[in-house]
């Protein structure tokens, strides 16, 4: 039994499935992170939730993040997936 895809709203079941990007922006892709004008490659999006919440009923929803990775290597940073744009939707010339 293989297990279901998960549309982009879903949480990915674990940290070891594939990495997923954004409709119409694959991972791999240049983007524009538009809260903070950095340019970056779209790693993953993940649902974070606190180390220290258990899963269950109560627990509150988890927030959707976007892993960007700085063009050239670096630290990678957290932003809101609504906030990722294809660099060349935003004039950058980027391919």
């Known amino acids: 039994m293989t297990a279901p895809r998960?549309?982009?709203k879903t949480p990915k079941p674990s940290f070891g499935?594939?990495?997923?990007?954004l409709p119409g922006i694959?991972?791999?892709?240049?983007v524009?992170?538009?809260a903070s004008g950095r340019l970056g490659t779209l790693r993953d999006v993940l649902v974070h939730r606190p180390a220290d919440e258990l899963p269950g009923p109560d627990a509150r929803a988890g927030r959707r993040l976007a892993f960007l990775?700085?063009?050239g290597?670096?630290?990678e940073w957290t932003t809101d997936p609504d906030q990722v744009v294809r660099?060349?939707?935003e004039g950058d010339g980027a391919p």
């Open 73 to 75: 290597g670096g630290c």
């Open 32 to 34: 524009r992170d538009r």
């Open 69 to 71: 990775r700085p063009v």
């Open 87 to 89: 660099a060349d939707a």
């Open 17 to 21: 499935d594939p990495a997923e990007g």
């Open 26 to 30: 694959p991972v791999g892709t240049l």
């Open 6 to 8: 998960t549309s982009p």
